[in-house]
């Protein structure tokens, strides 16, 4: 009897100390702070990479890591990305990349399947937790190249205020014969903002962006998809539908007649004036800006927006995504490290700060949080824009640049009067597919 309670004692005494030795393995992986470690970081600046630098001394101090952030204009920084990558320099430990340049950079980039575990985090994000719209942006051929860090897509915004005033409801409904209301199509998308435009008072029913740069190609592209064609197809065929894309440029060209008067050379900053003072209807903008427009201090438009899956064309509801994505690159020294900066800049808990802070999350259950949404009603019809067919994303290869800025130039030749239709369309499609040719035969 007496044996086996000591038997009993012993079993009981290793199931102890087996405990006590997970445990306190686990709060020493908990506590393990990395010693002399820096890592570089090289983001985007707007309102994402200002709450994480706001933020990052948190992370500085629960993992001993610190971080320089060097935060650049877009243009500047895929400059500065493309020097660094392609000499090797390993100066950057982890770089944001704009989606469209994922195809050009990404033999340079470390797989995320390939990142290390953390050392003081928890745990890896998991890609589930991402809007697999966001995680198709930062892949290139069946690679996931990084952590998507924004869900970041080109929506539809209005002001509900007007579509919510009596008198003017009477007035829309006796001119036009159905219910003012958040436009579901593009022929209501014209027809609001022509009955809401009004010349002599400064406020116009559309912004557009039609300086010349990646956001007129982006602006064009939401055009092109809208009315049922597209630049090219995954198999990079240049499928342009050169008679829908004639179709489309006529009705932006109805759009422009009820924009602001700069409409040929508007922009971001172009498009935020209008809209926080309170002098337009509607536009498509990029969630960072959104931000901004709800802002009380600065935007007589706060509280008075609307947030909806884009407008209906012939060819369906379209909306362009702009996902970054944080890569870690083959040259970096420091891949734990800027991996568990990742981690914590993607974490829920880290989020749910950030988003204070004035970032825009990439997770799933921050997005769909309803205490969030009531916050950033922007949220759900982000979801919505991300879901399904309507995510649009540009022609993915590596000469994209180049492409790009055949479709801004078109773009601007046939907006501003100087070339017809047609003959432009014919022109740039002749143009990218020998882009594509030349690309295929090196």
């Known amino acids: ?55 990052v001394h948190e992370f500085e101090e629960k993992t001993g890591i610190d971080v320089i952030i060097d935060d650049l204009p877009t243009q500047s920084l895929t400059q500065k990305m493309a020097m660094n990558l392609t000499s090797e320099t390993g100066k950057y430990d ?4 704009d989606e469209p340049y994922v195809p050009k950079f990404a033999s340079y980039f470390i797989n995320y399947s390939e990142w290390p575990q953390p050392k003081v985090l928890a745990d890896k994000v998991d890609l589930n937790v991402v ?84 956001g007129a190609t982006v602006e064009f592209m939401w055009l092109l998809r809208s009315f049922g064609t597209k630049i090219m197809n995954d198999d990079l065929e240049v499928v342009l539908d050169v008679d829908k894309a004639v179709e489309a440029l006529a009705y932006y060209n109805k759009l422009l007649e009820i924009s602001p008067p700069s409409k040929l050379s508007m922009g971001h900053p172009e498009t935020i004036q209008n809209m926080e003072s309170g002098n337009l209807f509607s536009t498509l903008q990029w969630p960072a800006i959104i931000a901004g427009h709800e802002n009380p201090e600065n935007s007589v438009a706060a509280g008075k927006l609307a947030y909806s899956a884009n407008p209906a064309g012939p060819g369906g509801a379209a909306a362009i995504t702009g996902v970054w994505t944080l890569a870690i690159p083959e040259a970096s020294k420091n891949k734990q490290a800027a991996a568990e900066f990742a981690y914590w800049w993607g974490s829920k808990d880290s989020g749910k700060e950030l988003v204070k802070a004035g970032m825009s999350p990439m997770r799933k259950d921050l997005l769909e949080d309803p205490e969030l949404q009531k916050r950033y009603p922007w949220y759900q019809a982000l979801m919505e824009n991300l879901s399904g067919d309507i995510a649009v994303h540009r022609p993915r290869f590596p000469e994209y640049p180049k492409v790009s800025d055949e479709i801004s130039t078109y773009f601007s030749r046939v907006i501003s009067g100087s070339m017809e239709a047609e003959a432009a369309m014919e022109e740039m499609k002749e143009k990218i597919e020998n882009i594509v040719k030349e690309y295929k035969n090196e």
């Open 131 to 214: 809007p697999q719209g966001a995680v198709d942006a930062g892949s290139w051929q069946n690679n996931v190249k990084g952590l998507p860090i924004n869900a970041n897509v080109y929506m539809f915004t209005y002001r509900k205020d007007l579509i919510n005033d009596t008198d003017l409801q009477n007035k829309f409904k006796e001119e036009y014969g159905y219910e003012l209301q958040g436009p579901k199509d593009l022929d209501q998308l014209y027809e609001i903002g022509k009955f809401l435009y009004n010349e002599k008072d400064q406020f116009y029913g559309w912004a557009p962006f039609t300086v010349k740069s990646e």
């Open 1 to 55: 009897m007496l044996k086996k309670k000591n038997i009993a004692l012993t079993l009981v005494l290793f199931l102890f100390i087996g405990s006590f030795l997970i445990v306190n393995s686990s709060s020493i992986k908990a506590n393990e702070k990395y010693e002399d470690t820096e890592i570089r970081v090289l983001v985007w600046r707007d309102a994402h990479s200002k709450a994480v630098k706001e933020k």
């Open 94 to 97: 982890i770089v944001a990349v």
